[in-house]
């Protein structure tokens, strides 16, 4: 395995699953789910969460304020447009941190905002304003970043650094971005802002986790997640697979407790309906199973040569596959594990009768042919 390369700066992750990962189609979390994904959350050591946008309606207002309420170890963050009523609603839930978004692009000043770009800046340099007058931490998120002109985006976030803002966010809305657009994007703007720099990338394209390692290679400093990748149309990055990524092949130096990852999605999932992929990284049923015989004799030997981390650091388990595939030290190994000896003369056997049985018979082939190897004496 590669030498891990070391980052020269700290990275935080914000988890989003209580505000965008509310916006998956057909999720909707009871105040009690939320104050239990908080508490989880707050164990498993995310250094953010946003708790939702408080103006949406009287339940998000209340969640919100109970969570904020929990006194958590990580910092607590609401969802506010640039608008003095969604600011207010944050500030009234008690939280220290409020998130503004706004665009200043054609989309958002056409489809959303119905004005000029001169009265969208001036707007989110008067609402970021009013957020510092009542005491909140400012985030600015300039929505749909890739498709807004380089020097457009620099000129708002430069401004809404002045006006206050304590950090900035670039927002990949549609997901059009790739690993090197990202990083550019990102080292520019850290050059041109000297402030914490978070990103927020959609999956639209598949590319959401390799946008954000990108970004924080290039000097991003925090990484929005949600739980099982959950959010808005295919969802932001999985909170398993970043952390994961992060730990592993960065060694960043954050006390994440990676062996609560499975039963963090579970419990996600349970919640939500959303089943969690068999083959999803980290936390899916098959995420360490190897089935072909030359894979499965080699991680038995070496689980380097075939595992780019250890289950065990993740609560997951490694799984060999017993079927036509097998040989004979995958066979031989999976049933030491299960307490029964084979010779190797009694295992080529059992792996002939595997490789002869064909179809929907495999299914029930493999667990006989698994009861017979400890039944020959």
Known sequence: MPEPRR????????????????QAAGVRFSLEQKLTLAKRLDAFGVDFIEAGHPVVSEAVR?????I???????TVLAH???????????????VRWVGIFCGINRYTLECKLRMTKAQALGRIVEMIGFAKSLGLSVRYSCEDAPRTDPDELEEVCR???????????VVDTVGLLTPRRMAGLVRRLRAACRVGLHVHCHNDFGMAVANAISAVEA???????????LGERSGIPPLA????????????????????LPELSRLVARYTGIPVGRHRPVVGEFAFAHKAGLHSAAVLRDPASYEALDPASVGARRRIIIDE????SALRGELARRGVACDGARAARIVRRLKSVNGRARRSARPRAIRRAAEER
Do not use: M
Not at 7 to 22: F, I, M, N, Y
Not at 325 to 328: A, D, I, Q, R
């Open 219 to 229: 000097g991003a400093t925090v990484v929005d997640v949600t739980v099982n990748g």
């Open 159 to 169: 401004r809404a650094v002045e006006a206050g803002a304590d950090r900035l966010s």
């Open 7 to 22: 980052l020269d700066h700290p990275v935080a992750l914000l988890d989003s699953t209580l505000r965008e990962g509310e």
């Open 62 to 66: 209340e969640a919100v304020t109970a």
């Open 241 to 260: 697979e970043v952390c994961a990524a992060l730990k592993t092949l960065y060694q960043v130096p954050n006390a994440w407790d990676l062996a609560a």
């Open 80 to 94: 506010a447009r640039a608008a003095r009523r969604d600011i207010e609603a944050v500030a009234a839930c008690g």
């Open 325 to 328: 595939f097998s040989g004979t």
């Open 68 to 74: 904020q309420q929990l006194r958590l170890r990580a």
